[in-house]
């Protein structure tokens, strides 16, 4: 039977057709971020966390939960604790049983890339008394610094002469320039561990040699946050915060030492914050301290061998206050005193701190959530000017003050953001130290972008940090054909892109940048994100200016991810290795976009993101996430998690299908997962939590079947050093080169034996690594030091003894 086709059914057929056809060619253009889109995105999406943070799992300080990214992944599980000398343990055993084999070890020749000119978190600073050129500053995870001509250049002075970069606080003597203390460990009210606060060292030499002084350390002294000199160069104090250990803290409290560090008197047992000494009467001194959650004042009146609670105004939420005086009015005192969250006020003493009274907030935007000072337990600073009672200088999170009048109003002098509406200079964000130079006109700000100074007493700032290399960075990218071009993720500092010569520039879009991604194929697609990958931003230009970045996920929510969906601290955010327009990111669930390429004068357009993976739901994220690189039964690899001390691997196939658990070889942090880019069958993993001897856990494994069973590879590696990094040699899968907290580590031989590859590099932090396959180089990321590089040579068999898991140290 002959079927007759009506010509008004083939053309509604047609015209169906054609309008499906449309809609998936419907170009939705991407929204192009700019300087005030993104100060609004900013204001609301505090709004967004403050209401987020009801949620009692839900942290809202960003400075803490940075901490809580870093520290937590070396706890030893989540009611566990971090062996304040894990560093050191693993030194030894690197000097014993991971030295390189000469000509059979492939050699390192390691140099820093940058970001030039860097921004990093500066905590202390150190003035010369006879010339104001010379300064010193301490950094967070970076060092100790100097600079001789006022900080036009700087130079490192401590990489590889401590054991640990983290400087809380940093003190010189002021009869002898030369000779100063260093004391570790950053130190944050509300964060209790504090792995990189081992004592206090001192150098004789300006900073050429240093040595850990008798008695601070073993748990003795520990984050040291300030330190005094006494009546001489020989009396010291030092103020302690300490680190819990089970129900208790172990190292905190106030010190002092009569015979230049040699032996320390505990004198105080409660938390110690600030220590302020009279300098016409060193006997009289005032101390902060921290006692169960609320802050207090303290004075005494015979160096500090008693002290008497001081009268401070009413105020059951402060807990933390930084103390200064007047130099030539050492009677006349001011406090900073913080919240949690927010200033709790500005306090005045003029009775050499017995008694104290509230200065005014008038200057101060007190009533605007946006605007008001924040962070107090984390940024707070307060300086009085040595000859002028009445002038006081203080630091908080976006604003600097100033006051002419004692106390009486406040006027801003910098701001975080520019342009802005208030034409105040620039200072970045995060103020942590002020000091002054011969003059009381020339001041200097210590923050999480560097080192700032004024000449002018705030009327006008420079940036002052060439080569003051102490960026933290969190995640680092290359391009795969490009020698030069490159990208950092940073805390605090944003986003870091070069061009193709090599030039960097600063992108300010966030406050902290994460995951970096630069297209293998098209260097010019570049990609980066923000907190808990709540916003992941693109540029199709090269993204090494401000002109031409997009939106990538939707501040709205209308292209497939809810507004309000959140994933772990740095959320994962990957490439397809085989094709980079397919990107990945992780938060509690796993979405995939597909992008289509445009050339940079065009608007690249906003597809849609597609959920392939459901989470298992409650506050467990994805924190880590890797795909494999074969052509056959390809595999996305990671990790969910919601505690320290258990974290789930899972496998499954790149369009979510076939989700599979895997049982992981022990409890404990996943921090990374390697595929080997010859083999889909093989990867490893590496463990960044810390185990105190004698029960400590092996660092690295590898799998021969997708994880079905594994293959401890620690072997000769030091057991107590946290492994967070690790690349697979795709010219030799049986080179590893791995990033840890003292640098990195090589295997020629499948992790069969280890050693260290360190020439030229320093001890710090690794948290991530690049590879530049054009040119055989290695990239490393760093928190505290910036990006560096080596060339990737071959080495001979190495011929290292591996020792038993039963290593005795001396």
Same mark, same amino acid.
């Given at each position: 039977?002959?079927?007759? +086709?009506?010509?008004?059914?083939?053309?509604?057929?047609?015209?169906?057709?054609?309008?499906?056809?449309?809609?998936?060619?419907?170009?939705?253009?991407?929204?192009?971020?700019?300087?005030?889109?993104?100060?609004?995105?900013?204001?609301?999406?505090?709004?967004?966390?403050?209401?987020?943070?009801?949620?009692?799992?839900?942290?809202?300080?960003?400075?803490?939960?940075?901490?809580?990214?870093?520290?937590? +992944?070396?706890?030893?599980?989540?009611?566990?604790?971090?062996?304040?000398?894990?560093?050191?343990?693993?030194?030894?055993?690197?000097?014993?049983?991971?030295?390189?084999?000469?000509?059979?070890?492939?050699?390192?020749?390691?140099?820093?890339?940058?970001?030039?000119?860097?921004?990093?978190?500066?905590?202390?600073?150190?003035?010369?008394?006879?010339?104001?050129?010379?300064?010193?500053?301490? $950094?967070?995870?970076?060092?100790?610094?100097?600079?001789?001509?006022?900080?036009?250049?700087?130079?490192?002075?401590?990489?590889?002469?401590?054991?640990?970069?983290?400087?809380?606080?940093?003190? &010189?003597?002021?009869?002898?320039?030369?000779?100063?203390?260093?004391?570790?460990?950053?130190?944050?009210?509300?964060?209790?561990?504090?792995?990189?606060?081992?004592?206090?060292?001192?150098?004789?030499?300006?900073?050429?040699?240093?040595?850990?002084?008798?008695?601070?350390?073993?748990?003795?002294?520990?984050?040291?946050?300030?330190?005094?000199?006494?009546?001489? =160069?020989?009396?010291?104090?030092?103020?302690?915060?300490?680190?819990?250990?089970?129900?208790?803290?172990?190292?905190?409290?106030?010190?002092?030492?009569?015979?230049?560090?040699?032996?320390?008197?505990?004198?105080? !047992?409660? +938390?110690?914050?600030?220590? $302020?000494?009279?300098?016409?009467?060193?006997?009289?001194?005032?101390?902060?301290?921290?006692?169960?959650?609320?802050?207090?004042?303290? @004075?005494?009146?015979?160096?500090?061998?008693?002290?008497?609670?001081?009268?401070?105004?009413?105020?059951? !939420?402060?807990?933390?206050?930084?103390? %200064?005086?007047?130099?030539?009015?050492?009677?006349?005192? @001011?406090?900073?005193?913080?919240?949690?969250?927010?200033?709790?006020?500005?306090?005045?003493?003029?009775?050499?701190?017995?008694?104290?009274?509230?200065?005014?907030?008038?200057?101060?935007? &007190?009533?605007?959530?946006?605007?008001?000072?924040?962070? &107090?337990?984390?940024?707070?600073?307060?300086?009085?000017?040595?000859?002028?009672?009445?002038?006081?200088?203080?630091?908080?999170?976006?604003?600097?003050?100033?006051?002419?009048?004692?106390?009486? =109003?406040?006027?801003?002098?910098?701001?975080?953001?520019?342009?802005?509406?208030?034409?105040?200079?620039? #200072?970045?964000?995060?103020?942590?130290?002020?000091?002054?130079?011969?003059?009381?006109? !020339?001041?200097?700000?210590?923050?999480?972008?560097?080192?700032?100074?004024?000449?002018?007493?705030?009327?006008?700032?420079?940036?002052?940090?060439?080569?003051?290399?102490?960026?933290?960075?969190?995640?680092?990218?290359? =391009?795969?054909?490009?020698?030069?071009?490159? #990208?950092?993720?940073?805390?605090?500092?944003?986003?870091?892109?070069?061009?193709?010569?090599?030039?960097? =520039?600063?992108?300010?879009?966030?406050?902290?940048?994460?995951?970096?991604?630069?297209?293998?194929?098209?260097?010019? @697609?570049?990609?980066?994100?923000?907190?808990?990958?709540?916003?992941?931003?693109?540029?199709?230009?090269?993204?090494? !200016?401000?002109?031409?970045?997009?939106?990538? +996920?939707?501040?709205?929510?209308?292209?497939?991810?809810?507004?309000?969906?959140?994933?772990?601290?740095?959320?994962?955010?990957?490439?397809?290795?085989?094709?980079?327009? #397919?990107?990945?990111?992780?938060?509690?669930?796993?979405?995939?976009?597909?992008?289509?390429?445009?050339?940079?004068?065009?608007?690249?357009?906003?597809?849609?993101?597609?959920?392939?993976?459901?989470?298992?739901?409650?506050?467990?994220?994805?924190?880590?996430?890797?795909?494999?690189?074969?052509?056959?039964?390809?595999?996305?690899?990671?990790?969910?998690?919601?505690?320290?001390?258990?974290?789930?691997?899972?496998? &499954?196939?790149? %369009?979510?299908?076939?989700?599979?658990?895997?049982?992981?070889?022990?409890?404990?942090?996943?921090?990374?997962?390697?595929?080997?880019?010859?083999?889909?069958?093989?990867?490893?993993?590496?463990?960044?939590?810390?185990?105190?001897?004698?029960?400590?856990?092996?660092?690295?494994?590898?799998?021969?079947?997708?994880?079905?069973?594994?293959?401890?590879?620690?072997?000769?590696?030091?057991?107590?050093?946290?492994?967070?990094?690790?690349?697979?040699?795709?010219?030799?899968?049986?080179?590893?080169?791995?990033?840890?907290?003292?640098?990195?580590?090589?295997?020629? %031989?499948?992790?069969?034996?280890? @050693?260290?590859?360190?020439?030229?590099?320093?001890?710090?932090?690794?948290?991530?690594?690049?590879?530049?396959?054009?040119?055989?180089?290695?990239?490393?990321?760093?928190?505290?030091?910036?990006?560096?590089?080596?060339?990737?040579?071959?080495?001979?068999?190495? %011929?290292?003894?591996?020792?038993?898991?039963?290593?005795?140290?001396?």
């Amino acid at each position: 039977m002959k079927i007759r +086709r009506s010509p008004f059914i083939l053309i509604w057929i047609w015209c169906v057709l054609f309008i499906a056809s449309c809609a998936r060619q419907t170009f939705v253009p991407a929204v192009k971020v700019d300087f005030d889109a993104r100060r609004e995105w900013k204001k609301s999406f505090k709004a967004k966390i403050r209401e987020m943070a009801k949620n009692e799992n839900f942290k809202q300080r960003f400075p803490e939960k940075a901490w809580d990214w870093f520290y937590s +992944r070396r706890m030893g599980g989540k009611t566990g604790f971090i062996p304040v000398d894990y560093r050191e343990v693993a030194l030894r055993h690197t000097e014993r049983f991971c030295q390189p084999t000469r000509g059979l070890a492939a050699d390192s020749n390691w140099r820093p890339l940058g970001p030039y000119p860097p921004r990093g978190r500066i905590k202390d600073i150190c003035v010369h008394p006879q010339n104001e050129k010379i300064i010193y500053v301490g $950094s967070a995870s970076g060092g100790v610094w100097k600079t001789t001509d006022q900080g036009l250049n700087w130079v490192n002075l401590t990489d590889n002469k401590i054991s640990s970069l983290g400087i809380g606080s940093l003190i &010189m003597n002021p009869n002898d320039p030369n000779n100063l203390y260093a004391g570790l460990g950053e130190g944050l009210a509300g964060k209790i561990y504090e792995p990189l606060g081992t004592g206090v060292y001192r150098t004789n030499d300006g900073g050429l040699n240093w040595s850990l002084t008798p008695g601070s350390g073993n748990n003795a002294m520990q984050v040291t946050v300030d330190l005094r000199f006494g009546a001489n =160069s020989q009396t010291l104090y030092a103020a302690c915060l300490g680190i819990r250990y089970g129900a208790s803290f172990q190292g905190q409290g106030f010190f002092i030492t009569t015979d230049g560090g040699n032996t320390w008197t505990k004198k105080m !047992t409660q +938390r110690c914050w600030c220590i $302020s000494v009279d300098p016409t009467n060193a006997n009289n001194l005032v101390i902060s301290t921290e006692e169960s959650d609320q802050a207090r004042i303290y @004075y005494s009146t015979d160096g500090g061998n008693t002290f008497t609670c001081s009268t401070i105004p009413s105020d059951n !939420t402060t807990r933390r206050i930084e103390i %200064d005086r007047c130099k030539n009015q050492p009677q006349n005192l @001011y406090a900073l005193a913080g919240s949690s969250g927010s200033l709790s006020g500005i306090w005045k003493s003029t009775d050499s701190g017995k008694n104290w009274t509230v200065c005014p907030l008038d200057g101060i935007p &007190m009533a605007d959530d946006n605007e008001k000072p924040g962070q &107090m337990y984390y940024n707070n600073c307060i300086a009085v000017v040595p000859n002028d009672p009445k002038t006081v200088y203080i630091g908080t999170n976006l604003r600097a003050y100033k006051t002419t009048n004692g106390g009486a =109003s406040w006027q801003s002098i910098a701001y975080w953001w520019v342009p802005n509406q208030l034409n105040l200079p620039y #200072m970045h964000a995060d103020h942590h130290g002020i000091a002054f130079g011969a003059s009381p006109s !020339t001041v200097y700000y210590a923050t999480d972008g560097g080192f700032f100074v004024s000449k002018d007493a705030g009327a006008t700032w420079l940036e002052r940090n060439n080569n003051l290399l102490c960026t933290q960075i969190y995640r680092n990218a290359n =391009s795969a054909t490009i020698e030069n071009k490159l #990208m950092l993720g940073c805390q605090d500092n944003s986003v870091y892109v070069t061009n193709q010569s090599g030039d960097w =520039s600063y992108i300010p879009w966030f406050g902290d940048g994460f995951e970096c991604i630069i297209d293998k194929d098209a260097p010019n @697609y570049v990609y980066s994100t923000s907190y808990y990958g709540s916003n992941v931003l693109f540029s199709n230009a090269g993204g090494d !200016t401000t002109d031409l970045w997009y939106y990538l +996920r939707d501040p709205q929510g209308e292209n497939g991810i809810p507004a309000n969906e959140m994933g772990a601290w740095v959320a994962p955010f990957v490439a397809d290795p085989l094709d980079p327009t #397919m990107l990945y990111l992780g938060l509690a669930n796993i979405y995939r976009i597909q992008i289509t390429r445009k050339p940079p004068d065009e608007n690249p357009g906003l597809p849609s993101w597609t959920k392939i993976y459901s989470g298992v739901g409650g506050s467990k994220y994805l924190e880590v996430m890797r795909l494999s690189y074969g052509q056959d039964n390809r595999k996305i690899f990671f990790t969910q998690s919601g505690t320290t001390e258990a974290v789930n691997l899972y496998r &499954m196939n790149l %369009d979510g299908a076939s989700v599979e658990l895997i049982r992981p070889p022990r409890v404990g942090f996943i921090n990374d997962i390697a595929c080997d880019p010859n083999n889909n069958n093989n990867i490893w993993i590496c463990y960044s939590d810390i185990f105190s001897y004698p029960n400590e856990k092996s660092r690295i494994y590898k799998s021969t079947n997708m994880g079905n069973t594994w293959q401890d590879k620690t072997n000769n590696l030091p057991k107590t050093l946290p492994v967070s990094a690790i690349f697979i040699d795709p010219d030799n899968s049986n080179t590893i080169i791995i990033g840890t907290d003292l640098g990195c580590y090589r295997s020629d %031989d499948d992790g069969a034996s280890w @050693y260290q590859f360190n020439n030229g590099f320093t001890n710090v932090v690794v948290t991530d690594l690049a590879y530049f396959p054009a040119g055989r180089k290695l990239r490393a990321a760093t928190y505290g030091r910036g990006m560096w590089e080596t060339p990737l040579t071959s080495a001979g068999t190495p %011929d290292i003894k591996v020792v038993p898991n039963s290593v005795q140290f001396p």
